[in-house]
DNA sequence: GTCTATATTTGGATAGAC
DNA sequence: GTCTATCCAAATATAGAC
């Protein structure tokens, strides 16, 4: 737990060995990133480096925990009140996702979480749970209570959630693709609204 | 063009070293598998290598070019005699999505795509050409049909064409993640034909 | 076409002075 | 905590004999 990464107290450096590493693994990986790299782009030696880390494995973890830290937040009442109102509860869900895609510290994390993906079986496993399984037990619990009020039609929840999170995924992919390459993503910016539009109409009794 | 890589003409040993670089390219990435290694597998030494490719990456480019050699093969006389009958047209495309999705080639292809899509921007580009784009394109030319002819509800046909690929993309991701931790796939062989199911009914006039 | 030998570079990591 | 110096391993690639 990072109680002891109060910003208060540790060393500069080792916050800057933290920022120059993150920009590099999130772009060129764990094994395209050295140890020689990020100390040069630091401004100190490699030797230095090891003062404020083991090895080039705990800067690395040190970071990738960093990118399942922005989980959703919807408590129980949240989604039972939202899901009374039906598709609110979607807009506010795909917003909390599309705020996460464009911002650029979540968006760099979830490029180091694709670049690393088959390569680390741990982050696979936070991928299912925290990507996957996190999201459909929020959505599918709104959709069941959708389906006892009626607004929507009677299906299975977590089916339906799967649906609507596959697409917001794809989208988030798209973009982070993209914008790698810093190519333009305005078609896309309005893509998430048009999920939930065309979502709801295939649902809503 | 692989008019060169003629079965017949070509040493057993450059079919062997394609072989085994395909295997370890998609399960270590480029930088994660060594020349060394691919040698070793082989059965020879690094130097006899280059008898067969200039360097490392002529071997990885070579690979690389069969990740999109499977395209969707639908003409477009096929589009238009299938999305006459509605549905249909939706379970064929999903079918041979599925196909390519378990199928172990394709599969590995599949995989090392996903290792190298950040790390290589001319795979980056054919990704969105040739999985994206080209999806689109068929789909949304078979749901314009569809709409002319009153058997899906009238919208951006691209859009669909959008909604639909992408939960078929997220399975496969899915899919392909699970396998490469050996871990079961079961709940996930029908949800291909559980999206046509839904979506279909989402659209129907 | 394959081998041995070797050149060269890069990368992770440590020892010890300041 | 940072530096210089150094070590060691691994990796790409080439030369030249067989």
Redesign the pocket.
């Known amino acids: 737990m990072p109680e002891n990464r109060d910003i208060k107290t ?5 916050t800057k060995i933290r920022k120059v590493a993150s920009t590099l693994f999130s772009q060129y990986g ?10 040069a782009e ?11 880390f ?5 800067i690395f973890l040190d970071i990738a925990q960093e990118i399942f830290s922005s989980p959703f937040h919807f408590s129980h009442d949240e989604i039972q009140e939202l899901a009374l109102r039906g598709k609110p509860f979607l807009q506010k869900f795909t917003m909390h996702y599309k705020m996460l895609t464009f911002d650029k510290s979540s968006e760099s994390m979830f490029r180091l979480l694709m670049i690393e993906l088959m390569q680390n079986q741990e982050l696979r496993e936070q991928f299912m749970s925290q990507f996957h399984d996190a999201n459909i037990k929020v959505l599918s619990e709104g959709f069941f209570v959708m389906m006892q009020n009626n607004l929507i039609r009677s299906s299975d929840p977590m089916m339906i959630a799967y649906e609507f999170i596959s697409t917001l995924f794809y989208i988030r992919l798209q973009v982070t693709v993209l914008k790698f390459d810093t190519k333009p993503v305005n078609h896309l910016t309005t893509q998430f609204e048009k999920h939930v539009d065309f979502f709801w109409e295939s649902i809503k009794v």
């Open positions: 540790e060393s500069p450096t080792k764990y094994k395209g990133t050295s140890v020689r790299k990020i100390a630091v401004g100190i030696r490699e030797s230095a480096l090891y003062n404020h083991k090895n080039k494995e705990e």
